[in-house]
Every structure is written in structure tokens, then in C-alpha cells.
């Protein structure tokens, strides 16, 4: 006959851990230990939530409701997608602090309450009244502010003004220059084919700096004062510098830019030495730039973006070549970073017997831009086989991904969202796919093994700078002979310089959507 204790009825119902476990993880890791000691125990698994992270998904599993996705400000004032909750038979909207405003949000040293807002909230909130909702609930634990909520009403339209009358508020809009800062020192800067005009240790003297910002000033030690329009100025908040490109320096300032340029043509070095595949299909040579202002060049009536639900583009080739049958984006986009066409071109510059110099082959390739890419091209059908070969292996690595994860987590077709070829979510942010709220880039799998430092993969073009994209929650690597994949969190992982191999300090995600 068994002891009673080992009959007990057992409600497990905690928080999360912050920066640790979820709340259902804590639920399930307690289960486990429960069951170890008492087998026949009857447990009940309720994860509570204190308004912070999570609260959204413990009321959805009491009343319901859809996700709603939108693009808002994170505490810095940086683009992300957040959701909330929409019960549309009752218009209530449950917005949970966290998604736009969360301290989960930011790293570590980016933790401070003198920078961030809560406009992204306020954000969330104007969504929902557009929306229609007559009710909104609000949960504010987990946040990385400490704004009063001025931040979420500016969102909303609101005015602050100080005991002098002065507009503090992220949306203020009066004046000549609503913000302005003072600074040490302009740095002429050139890292070719860029050129920018940075300014040094900045301190912010009125206004406050935030989305709907329009003027910048900028007022130097001896009173000099530079004034530039919000879209042109670049501004780091952690590093407290700015820079400004120098075709709009140049513009505002010309006098001044051509004295920053006499310094620059003494730095301005008369070859690269780096004339090789994979420093050639790098931004910072500008050869890609100049293939993609060669194929402008070549097809103006081809140029443009896309603007669909789930492809909204940058601009570039549409409606002519396309990468899949059937859609308008083209295959000739692929052009500026593949290393395959880069050696192409590599070769075929190499047959004039001309120098090795980056310039001289950037010169090349506007020069002969229609021999090169126009629609007549012997190269270009070489080319365009070239990356179709490529596109068709990181399509199928994608396809056997897509069929996977619905079968895995019993997923619909609307769970899942595939951001078109071009699209800013793919360009830019490095997503290919969104499911359930959730963000995942996916690379091909040769094989896996494990390291002292955690677990590595084989794979290929896999970049280091995944890391630092905010909006990109997993890495995904498939593998095609054995139909199958595994998931990590976008955290903690180191990659060789070929991209070939990367070796993951965290541990394998069973579940990305519990």
C-alpha cells in the first residue's frame, strides 16, 4: 500500500525566471522532479504571468484572440516587429509593454532608463484604436523604461512642455531646430566607397531625440552651427557620435567639404591590393554597388520595388528575368554579392590583361556594363546560370524546411509566412521565415558535431552579423539527405571567416513557440 503522499494533486502555477526560463519552462522543469519522487502524483501545469514577458500568451490561452504584427520603435528608437492580442468579436485589444518596450529587448549595456521610451507602446496602442477597439488592457511589467509613459503618449499625440513652456516630448516639431547638440569635433572619415562626415562626442543640449524628429543642430565649441535635416543625420546613441554622407555635407557646406576632400585625396590609396573573390563581393570595395548602378543604368524600365503584403522590396530589377517563374522579382539582383558571378566578371576583366586594381575594375564594369549584363549577353546567360544554380539550393533548403516545422508542430499554411525574394525582411533583416511571431534564418546542414565550446555545424554563407540583426530570433540549419533540421537561438555563436563553420555555446531549441 502506497503512502498518501504519493497520491497528492499538484498545481504548478509560476512566473517566469527573467533572463532565464519561461514561466512553461519552469512549469515543465518542476514537473520533471516532481515526477521523479512521486510518480503517481496527478500534476496541473498553469504558467502565470505578472503583466511582463509572457502575459500575452496566458491570456490567449484563457480567452482566445489572434496576433496582431506590427512595426513600431523598440525602447532606442530602432524599427521591430511587435504583436498584441485582438479579440475582434469583443474589440479588445491586450497589449503586453514588453513586445515594444521590454528591457528584454536591449543588451545589457544597452539598459538605460535616460535613453529609452515607451513610444513603441504607444505605437501598439494607436494601432488598436484604428483597429477599432473600444477596450484595450494594458500589461506593463518587463519594461526597459522609465518615462512616466510620455514616450506612449507622443505616440499618440500628446504635447510635454516643461515649466519654461518648452516641448520635451519625442514628437516635438516647433522651431528652426527641435533638437539640438553640442559637439567636439568634425573627423573626416573615408572608407572607400563611402564617404561620411562624422561628428565626435556628442551631448544633447535641448529637445529630445526620437521618430518624429525633423532638424538637427549641431553647435561646435566656438559657436559654429550646423543644421541638417533629420533623414540625413545617422546618430549612435551609445556611442554618442553621428555622421552625415558627403554628397550632403557637400551640398549644406560646400566650402567647408572641399577642405575635408584636400584631406581626403592625401589618404586616397592607388590600389586596393585585395583584388580576390571574397573582398570583391564585400560592401566595402564597392564593386557590388557598381553592378547595381550598372543594372539601373541598363534597365530603367525595369527598376522599381515592390509593394505587396509580405514583399514590400528595395528597389531594384523587377519584371524581366525572374528569379522564380512566375513572380517579379529578378534573378539579376543576385548579381552584386554572389561570389560565383564576381569570379565570372573576375575572369573576364582578366582577359584585357588589365591591372589588378579594385577602381580600375569597377570602371571595367560600367564601362562594358552592356556587354556585361544587357539582355542579349552571351556573359549574361553565363551569369544568370551561375546564380540560378546557387538560388535553387538555398529555395530547396527553405522548401524541406517549410514542409518540416508543419509537420513537427502540426502548423497550417496560415501559421507560416515566406518574405518573398528582394524583400526588406530578407535584404535587410535577414529573415526568411515568420511563424507564429516567431523570426528564423535557414541555412543548408552538411553535418553537425560537437566541440568543447558547444555544437558545430557545416554549413555555408553563414554570416556573423545574423547576430546583431534584433529582429531574428533563430538560426535554422537543414539538411537535405537526411530530411531533417535543427534550431538555434540567434545568440552565442561564433562563424570562420568562410562562413563555412559555426560552433553554437547554446544549446538546441526543442520548441521555438512555447
Same mark, same amino acid.
Given at each position: 500500500?502506497?503512502?498518501?503522499?504519493?497520491?497528492?494533486?499538484?498545481?504548478?502555477?509560476?512566473?517566469?525566471?527573467?533572463?532565464?526560463?519561461?514561466?512553461?519552462?519552469?512549469?515543465?522543469?518542476?514537473?520533471?522532479?516532481?515526477?521523479?519522487?512521486?510518480?503517481?502524483?496527478?500534476?496541473?501545469?498553469?504558467?502565470?504571468?505578472?503583466?511582463?514577458?509572457?502575459?500575452?500568451?496566458?491570456?490567449?490561452?484563457?480567452?482566445?484572440?489572434?496576433?496582431?504584427?506590427?512595426?513600431?520603435?523598440?525602447?532606442?528608437?530602432?524599427?521591430?516587429?511587435?504583436? $498584441?492580442?485582438?479579440?475582434?468579436?469583443?474589440?479588445?485589444?491586450?497589449?503586453?509593454?514588453?513586445?515594444?518596450?521590454?528591457?528584454?529587448?536591449?543588451?545589457?549595456?544597452?539598459?538605460?532608463?535616460?535613453?529609452?521610451?515607451?513610444?513603441?507602446?504607444?505605437?501598439?496602442?494607436?494601432?488598436?484604436?484604428?483597429?477599432?477597439?473600444?477596450?484595450?488592457?494594458?500589461?506593463?511589467?518587463?519594461?526597459?523604461?522609465?518615462?512616466?509613459?510620455?514616450?506612449?503618449?507622443?505616440?499618440?499625440?500628446?504635447?510635454?512642455?516643461?515649466?519654461?513652456?518648452?516641448?520635451?516630448?519625442?514628437?516635438?516639431?516647433?522651431?528652426?531646430?527641435?533638437?539640438?547638440?553640442?559637439?567636439?569635433?568634425?573627423?573626416?572619415?573615408?572608407?572607400?566607397?563611402?564617404?561620411?562626415?562624422?561628428?565626435?562626442?556628442?551631448?544633447?543640449? /535641448?529637445?529630445?531625440?526620437?521618430?518624429?524628429?525633423?532638424?538637427?543642430?549641431?553647435?561646435?565649441?566656438?559657436?559654429?552651427?550646423?543644421?541638417?535635416?533629420?533623414?540625413?543625420?545617422? &546618430?549612435?546613441?551609445?556611442?554618442?557620435?553621428?555622421?552625415? %554622407?558627403?554628397?550632403?555635407?557637400?551640398?549644406?557646406?560646400?566650402?567647408?567639404?572641399?577642405?575635408?576632400?584636400?584631406?581626403?585625396?592625401?589618404?586616397?590609396?592607388?590600389?586596393?591590393?585585395?583584388?580576390?573573390? /571574397? $573582398?570583391?563581393?564585400?560592401?566595402?570595395?564597392?564593386?557590388?554597388?557598381?553592378?547595381?548602378?550598372?543594372?539601373?543604368?541598363?534597365?530603367?524600365?525595369?527598376?522599381?520595388?515592390?509593394?505587396?503584403?509580405?514583399?514590400?522590396?528595395?528597389?531594384?530589377?523587377?519584371?524581366?528575368?525572374?528569379?522564380?517563374?512566375?513572380?517579379?522579382?529578378?534573378?539579376?539582383?543576385?548579381?552584386?554579392?554572389?561570389?560565383?558571378?564576381?569570379?565570372?566578371?573576375?575572369? %573576364?576583366?582578366?582577359?584585357?590583361?588589365?591591372?589588378?586594381?579594385?577602381?580600375?575594375?569597377?570602371?571595367?564594369?560600367?564601362?562594358?556594363?552592356?556587354?556585361?549584363?544587357?539582355?542579349?549577353?552571351?556573359?549574361?546567360?553565363?551569369?544568370?546560370?551561375?546564380?540560378?544554380?546557387?538560388?535553387?539550393?538555398?529555395?530547396?533548403?527553405?522548401?524541406?524546411?517549410?514542409?518540416?516545422?508543419?509537420?513537427?508542430?502540426?502548423?497550417?499554411?496560415?501559421?507560416?509566412?515566406? $518574405?518573398?525574394?528582394?524583400?526588406?525582411?530578407?535584404?535587410?533583416?535577414?529573415?526568411?521565415?515568420?511563424?507564429?511571431?516567431?523570426?528564423?534564418?535557414?541555412?543548408?546542414?552538411?553535418?553537425?558535431?560537437?566541440?568543447?565550446?558547444?555544437?558545430?555545424?557545416?554549413?555555408?554563407?553563414?554570416?556573423? /552579423? &545574423?547576430?546583431?540583426?534584433?529582429?531574428?530570433?533563430?538560426?535554422?540549419?537543414?539538411?537535405?539527405?537526411?530530411?531533417?533540421?535543427?534550431?538555434?537561438?540567434?545568440?552565442?555563436?561564433?562563424?570562420?571567416?568562410?562562413?563555412?563553420?559555426?560552433?553554437?555555446?547554446?544549446?538546441?531549441?526543442?520548441?521555438?513557440?512555447?
Amino acid at each position: 500500500m502506497g503512502h498518501y503522499f504519493d497520491y497528492m494533486n499538484i498545481l504548478i502555477c509560476p512566473d517566469k525566471f527573467k533572463d532565464s526560463l519561461t514561466a512553461q519552462q519552469v512549469c515543465e522543469a518542476l514537473e520533471i522532479g516532481i515526477k521523479r519522487r512521486r510518480p503517481k502524483s496527478v500534476i496541473q501545469l498553469m504558467p502565470l504571468a505578472d503583466g511582463g514577458e509572457g502575459t500575452l500568451e496566458v491570456i490567449k490561452t484563457i480567452h482566445g484572440g489572434e496576433w496582431v504584427q506590427k512595426k513600431v520603435n523598440d525602447p532606442l528608437f530602432r524599427p521591430i516587429e511587435a504583436n $498584441y492580442l485582438w479579440l475582434a468579436d469583443q474589440k479588445i485589444a491586450y497589449i503586453e509593454m514588453s513586445r515594444a518596450s521590454g528591457i528584454e529587448l536591449l543588451k545589457i549595456k544597452e539598459r538605460n532608463p535616460y535613453l529609452t521610451s515607451t513610444f513603441g507602446t504607444g505605437e501598439l496602442i494607436l494601432d488598436a484604436i484604428e483597429k477599432g477597439a473600444t477596450e484595450i488592457v494594458l500589461t506593463i511589467g518587463g519594461s526597459a523604461t522609465n518615462d512616466a509613459g510620455i514616450g506612449m503618449a507622443a505616440a499618440l499625440g500628446f504635447k510635454f512642455l516643461n515649466i519654461l513652456k518648452t516641448i520635451i516630448t519625442e514628437n516635438s516639431s516647433d522651431g528652426d531646430a527641435n533638437v539640438e547638440f553640442t559637439f567636439r569635433d568634425i573627423k573626416p572619415w573615408i572608407k572607400y566607397p563611402m564617404n561620411r562626415i562624422y561628428f565626435n562626442n556628442l551631448s544633447l543640449k /535641448s529637445g529630445r531625440f526620437g521618430s518624429d524628429t525633423e532638424n538637427i543642430a549641431l553647435i561646435s565649441n566656438d559657436g559654429e552651427v550646423y543644421k541638417f535635416d533629420i533623414d540625413d543625420f545617422n &546618430y549612435n546613441r551609445l556611442k554618442r557620435n553621428a555622421y552625415v %554622407e558627403g554628397s550632403v555635407f557637400k551640398q549644406i557646406y560646400p566650402q567647408e567639404m572641399d577642405s575635408l576632400l584636400d584631406l581626403v585625396d592625401q589618404q586616397k590609396p592607388t590600389s586596393t591590393g585585395n583584388f580576390d573573390v /571574397s $573582398y570583391l563581393k564585400k560592401n566595402e570595395s564597392g564593386v557590388p554597388k557598381t553592378i547595381l548602378d550598372t543594372l539601373k543604368e541598363i534597365y530603367p524600365n525595369n527598376w522599381g520595388r515592390i509593394n505587396q503584403p509580405d514583399c514590400e522590396t528595395l528597389d531594384g530589377v523587377i519584371d524581366i528575368f525572374p528569379a522564380v517563374p512566375g513572380e517579379r522579382w529578378s534573378i539579376l539582383n543576385f548579381f552584386d554579392t554572389n561570389p560565383g558571378v564576381i569570379k565570372i566578371l573576375i575572369e %573576364e576583366y582578366k582577359k584585357e590583361n588589365r591591372n589588378e586594381s579594385t577602381d580600375d575594375f569597377k570602371s571595367w564594369i560600367k564601362e562594358n556594363g552592356e556587354k556585361l549584363f544587357g539582355e542579349s549577353s552571351d556573359i549574361l546567360k553565363k551569369l544568370i546560370k551561375t546564380n540560378i544554380r546557387s538560388f535553387d539550393s538555398g529555395s530547396k533548403t527553405e522548401d524541406t524546411f517549410m514542409r518540416l516545422v508543419k509537420q513537427k508542430f502540426g502548423l497550417e499554411d496560415k501559421d507560416v509566412v515566406r $518574405y518573398c525574394l528582394g524583400s526588406i525582411k530578407d535584404r535587410v533583416d535577414s529573415i526568411d521565415f515568420s511563424i507564429k511571431g516567431k523570426t528564423f534564418q535557414v541555412k543548408p546542414a552538411d553535418k553537425t558535431f560537437k566541440t568543447d565550446n558547444g555544437i558545430g555545424v557545416y554549413t555555408f554563407g553563414m554570416k556573423k /552579423s &545574423y547576430m546583431y540583426k534584433r529582429n531574428l530570433d533563430y538560426i535554422v540549419y537543414v539538411n537535405n539527405k537526411l530530411d531533417s533540421f535543427i534550431i538555434f537561438p540567434n545568440s552565442n555563436y561564433s562563424v570562420d571567416k568562410t562562413g563555412r563553420e559555426t560552433i553554437h555555446k547554446s544549446s538546441p531549441v526543442k520548441n521555438p513557440f512555447d
